[in-house]
């Protein structure tokens, strides 16, 4: 593998927030980013510079991700417009939203609040911990294999625990404002994918319902079993006085899809890596958290190798229910984000207390996960197989996040050699020809 070529790849992803900061700010950015990846250890600042030979930069890098101007909602917008093409799928722009917890061992630590740890059944596990609870948005890519490029993330905080100076919010604010955000960063139709715990009114109407100016946002969720469904209003007959009807009749709740009008039906959808015979039912109606003016597609899936059948809803009602299971199938592909930005990105392990320390860290390690995704594809483009077929794992069929992260370390030491602060050569990597090019855009 050419590691000259990825590494022009990498600087040519980092010139592309160029415009967001200035020129100094694009080259601490742009270390900081590839530092995170090639540290040995945790993404501290101190272990970056010393993964790109420039250890004379630590207080200037430290100074910049603690005080230096950062224009996070520029970087949002770079990385939702970088990761929109990924998450085209069947003519919808597809995203994801959802919420997860990285421990956090400190009060003073800026932003940390008590939660119940869900592994607290183990005996030598608390109860409570602390931890930042963040809100994570990004593209839902659709393919063989689904996965999530996160984009952007809010901090959620208690209000009996809310910093001074903060104003509380609530989960499903902070989803709809990055829903909105992601929507504005490229063309639509634009489709959020997301989990029965946002599934409430608070997100879907005004996803569906948007102030003036605001795109937007068809959705795609799990219903509760008993879900509030009704038919469509009937027409009014002539000379019928009174109000007109907003609601139709009540549908048996989604627990009691077999008396749901007209006969199951069959099809076979790619789910978690194969192919499954499914069976299922859908109505045209309303559903109260929508409104009554929303007309939503409500499906009941008997999925093969599944005992308890699966209840989705959709505002798209030109999705078929085939698509409809499987880009809620491919939702699953944030959790895996979610261990990757923990275990390979090293999300959780950075020491900053401090309030931009601690947003900016955040945005790092995004930042991070959906520029290894672009790369890898970048590298399946080219020819033969990049990715170790290891002995203990024959049915290995792509390369991993941990893989291309093996792979930009092996082009390190073109980064080592790089004078970050003018982003020009300082001298020419090992065995080769003095490197004359980097980050030409961000220049």
């Known amino acids: ?183 504005r960063s490229s063309e639509g139709p634009h489709l959020m994918v997301f989990d029965g715990g946002y599934a409430i009114r608070s997100v879907v109407r005004p996803l569906t319902s948007p102030p003036e100016g605001q795109p937007r946002v068809e959705f795609l969720t799990r219903l509760r079993r008993d879900s509030r469904l009704y038919t469509e209003p009937p027409p009014r007959r002539e000379g019928q006085m009174g109000r007109p009807r ?47 003016e929303e007309r939503v597609h409500a499906f009941a899936f008997d999925v093969e190798g599944y005992e308890d059948p699966w209840q989705v809803v959709t505002s798209d009602l030109r999705l078929t229910a085939r698509q409809v299971l499987e880009l809620y199938a491919a939702r699953f592909a944030q959790e895996d984000a979610h261990r990757d930005l923990k275990q390979h990105i090293g999300l959780g392990t950075e020491q900053g207390r401090l309030k931009n320390v601690v947003l900016r860290s955040f945005q790092l390690r995004v930042a991070e996960l959906t520029l290894l995704h672009l790369l890898r594809k970048k590298l399946n483009e080219g020819e033969g197989q990049w990715w170790p077929q290891p002995q203990w794992y024959p049915q290995k069929e792509r390369g991993s996040v941990r893989d291309v992260k093996r792979v930009l370390r092996g082009a390190g030491q073109y980064f080592s050699q790089l004078d970050w602060r003018v982003l020009t050569s300082e001298k020419s990597p090992p065995g080769g020809q003095p490197r004359h090019r980097s980050c030409r855009k961000a220049a």
């Open 1 to 183: 593998m050419d590691t000259a070529k990825v590494a022009d790849v990498w600087l040519d992803f980092v010139a592309r927030f160029s415009d967001c900061f200035t020129r100094p700010g694009t080259a601490h950015f742009g270390a900081l980013l590839t530092g995170g990846l090639l540290a040995e250890r945790r993404p501290l600042v101190t272990e970056i510079v010393t993964a790109l030979n420039c250890q004379k930069q630590w207080r200037a890098a430290e100074w910049f991700l603690e005080e230096g101007k950062w224009p996070t909602r520029q970087v949002e917008e770079r990385l939702c417009e970088m990761a929109a093409p990924a998450g085209r799928r069947w003519g919808r722009q597809v995203w994801a939203v959802d919420d997860m917890k990285a421990l956090k061992n400190g009060k003073k630590i800026w932003g940390t609040c008590s939660f119940h740890e869900y592994t607290s059944r183990c005996c030598n596990r608390p109860e409570t911990v602390w931890a930042h609870n963040w809100v994570v948005c990004g593209a839902l890519e659709r393919g063989n294999r689904s996965d999530f490029l996160p984009t952007m993330g809010r901090l959620y905080m208690r209000e009996s625990q809310l910093p001074e100076g903060e104003t509380f919010r609530k989960k499903p604010e902070l989803a709809v404002e990055m829903a909105r955000i992601c929507a």
């Open 246 to 292: 907003k609601w139709g009749y009540r549908l048996p709740a989604p627990r009691d899809a077999e008396d749901w009008p007209g006969e199951w039906q069959e099809t076979e959808a790619d789910m978690y890596g194969s192919r499954r015979s499914v069976r299922f039912k859908k109505v045209l109606g309303q559903w109260h958290p929508a409104g009554a």
